[in-house]
Each structure stands twice: as structure tokens, then as C-alpha cells.
């Protein structure tokens, strides 16, 4: 089975295509980063603009890519929610008309799951229940997953979620949007032990968390020195090191709590390369084994969306045409449908 993924929820644009016998096949991205880099953020009005323009010519190219006509496609699978309405709309209705005039089933699938089926993409693929920490821009979520749409929340951030603190301190360092990356990278060269920065709701026993008082310490940290290389290296690390610390102490937590001993990362802030490093090597001392998307399809893509709908369409077969968006939309509210 043939399964087009469309993804338009935020700043990028991701379509692929999904063969169940043979893996991802095709898989086209455009981000708009460069579009918004501009205005230090997403300008939802500019993102809609900018996937109507890329979405037809990335179907194609992820076509070319996998040797397939439009003829071929089976199933045909949009972000639904969370994420822009705009944006969101734009995907929902190249689904639906591709739908209509191949005469296919068209899907929508909530964004979380697709990252957080997405590690089940990897080889060696994780096998269920496992527990699941879900970082990204917009969401901090530990998930226990017990098999697809069977999905528990353990926790989740009360405030801004790990990848916007990573987006804003890198604003505060005069990096450019969006700064995560450009701050894992100023991070290797700083200090992470010269200023002890918070590790917010690490006490106590709790799988909630809390970012958002983070980035104010390092913007009085910032105000209080004079802000130089080596400073600006060293506030990068030093936050970095205490997301991670939090991170990783209730990724641990999760396990526990669970009985569970498989970890599976999700989500942008998934391909910070210290973050990666720290979890392989607490699991192991743990006895648990953790397990990542491949880099590229931790950041918003259509592989994920694809995948996610060929999983479910394996277990209840999609019938009717679906044209909804939910630009709200919690996870744990899906059900195995
Ligand atoms: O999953 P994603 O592509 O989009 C959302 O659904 O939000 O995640 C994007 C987030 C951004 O906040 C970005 O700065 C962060 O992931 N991110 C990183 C890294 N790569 C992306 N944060 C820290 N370290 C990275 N290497
Ligand atoms: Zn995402």
C-alpha cells in the first residue's frame, strides 16, 4: 500500500510517500526558515502563503523520487492538527481534492503521533509499550505509549515548551530563528558548569515541567555580565545543560513509574546531539534502551504523517473522505478509532 503524507502544520512543508512493504520511498521538504528568520519567529499568513506555493511541487518531486505516478497513490494522509489553521487548511485541502479526483481515501492525522510514531521508522525499531518524550517547539509531553492510538500522558510543561526555551535563550544570544540548532552549537564551545541555572520542578515527584523560568535567568545572567563570546558560549551551554538535566531525570522518572524499559524521543529538540548522548547513557545504566527517529525526521516532515496513517489504516481502514483541521488538539483525546 501507497500512502502520500502531507505536512503543512507549522513552517515546513513535508510531503512523502510510504510503501508498507518497503519503507519511505519518496520524501520532500521544503522549510520556510530563511521566509521568518526575518521576523524572529513563524508569521502564520506568510507560512500559509509560502505551502501553497511549495506543496504541488513537492508531491511531484517526492513522486519522481519514488518512481510512482498519482495513479499508484492509495491512501492519502494531511496533518489535521495541532498547529496553524491556515497552514493547516492548506494540506487539508490538497488532501481532500487529491482525494476526490483519484477517487482515495484521505486521512487526517494529529501531528504528535506522527512524531511520535516516527522513531518506529528507525532501525532497530522499538517494539511497544515504550514510554515516549515528545520535545518539540510547541510541546513537551511524556507519553506511555502502549500500541498505536493508545497513548497515556504522563506529563507535560506547564509553560513554554523545551524547544521554544531553546528558541528564545538563542533570541537572547542574538541568534537567529529558529535557534535551537545554532545553540546546541554555541553550547560545545561554552562552559555548562559556570552558571548553575535552574532545574525547574526537578523535585518532588512529578512528570510535569517548567521552561519558562529558564529563559529568564539566562536573560538576567545576560544583563549582569557584559556579553561577549565566551559569556554568550557559556550561558548557552549552562542552559542547555539544565534542560537536559530535566530532561533526562524525568525521562527516568517515566520508566520507573511505568515498569517500562524502552524510551523513544520525539520531536525537534530529539536531534540535540547532547541530549542524545545523555539519555543512551543513562538508559544504560538504568538496564533501558532509548531510540530516536533518524535525525532528518525529527523536525517536522510527511514521512511521519504518512507513516502514521498507513499504521492506523493497517488496523481500521479509512472510509470516509475527512476535510476537518483542529488547529487545538490534545493527544490523549484520540483514540484507537
Ligand atoms: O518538531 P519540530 O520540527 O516542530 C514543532 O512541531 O515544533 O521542532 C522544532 C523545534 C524548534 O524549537 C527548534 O529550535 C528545536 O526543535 N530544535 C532543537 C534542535 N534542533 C531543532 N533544539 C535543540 N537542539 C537541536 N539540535
Ligand atoms: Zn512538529
Redesign the pocket.
Known amino acids: 500500500m501507497l500512502t502520500l503524507g502531507i505536512e503543512t ?4 512543508t513535508g510531503v512523502a510517500l510510504y510503501d508498507s512493504g518497503r519503507g519511505v520511498v519518496g520524501d520532500a521538504l521544503h522549510s520556510q526558515v530563511d521566509l521568518h528568520a526575518l521576523y524572529g519567529g513563524v508569521v502564520p499568513e506568510l507560512a500559509s502563503r509560502d505551502h501553497i506555493r511549495r506543496v504541488v511541487p513537492l508531491v511531484r518531486e517526492a513522486l519522481v523520487q519514488a518512481g510512482r505516478t498519482l495513479d499508484d497513490i492509495d491512501l492519502i494522509a494531511y496533518t489535521e492538527g495541532p ?1 496553524l489553521a491556515g497552514a493547516l487548511l492548506v494540506g487539508a485541502s490538497v488532501a481532500a481534492g487529491l482525494g476526490i479526483a483519484l477517487d482515495r481515501p484521505v486521512v487526517g492525522v494529529h ?1 504528535l503521533e506522527g ?1 511520535l510514531l516516527s522513531p518506529l521508522l528507525a532501525d532497530p525499531r522499538p517494539a511497544f509499550p515504550f514510554v515516549a518524550l515528545l ?5 513537551t509531553q511524556l507519553m506511555a505509549v502502549e500500541g498505536v492510538g493508545r497513548y497515556a500522558l504522563l506529563g507535560e510543561t506547564v509553560d513554554d ?4 526555551a ?2 528564545k535563550t ?1 533570541s537572547l544570544l542574538g541568534l537567529s530563528y ?4 545554532a ?2 552549537e554555541l553550547a560545545r564551545e561554552g562552559d555548562a558548569r559556570r552558571f548553575a541555572f535552574p532545574r525547574p520542578m526537578l523535585a518532588g515527584e512529578g512528570l510535569d515541567f517548567s521552561f519558562s523560568g529558564l529563559k529568564t535567568s539566562a536573560l538576567h545572567c545576560i544583563r549582569k555580565h557584559a556579553p561577549d563570546d565566551r559569556l554568550r558560549a557559556d550561558v548557552a551551554a549552562s542552559f ?1 545543560a539544565a534542560v537536559i538535566d530535566v530532561l533526562a531525570a524525568k525521562c527516568l522518572r517515566a520508566l520507573e513509574a511505568t515498569g517500562m524499559d524502552r524510551l523513544v524521543v520525539a ?3 530529539g ?3 547532547a ?1 542524545r548522548d545523555r539519555l543512551v547513557r543513562e538508559t544504560a545504566r538504568t538496564g533501558a534502551t532509548v531510540y530516536f527517529p533518524p535525525a532528518r525526521l ?3 516532515n510527511g514521512a511521519m504523517i504518512a507513516f502514521a496513517a498507513a499504521l492506523r489504516h493497517q488496523e481500521a481502514p479509512a472510509g470516509q473522505e475527512s476535510f476537518t483541521v483542529r488547529p487545538r488538539w490534545d493527544l490523549s483525546t484520540l483514540d484507537a478509532r
Do not use: I, M, R, Y
Open positions: 502544520s507549522c513552517d515546513e498547529g501531528h512524531h520535545v518539540s517547539g510547541g510541546h515548551a523545551a524547544g521554544e531553546f528558541d538563542a529558529p535557534g535551537g540548532p545553540l546546541a542547555q520531536g525537534g529538540v536531534a540535540n546531539v541530549l525529527c523536525t517536522d
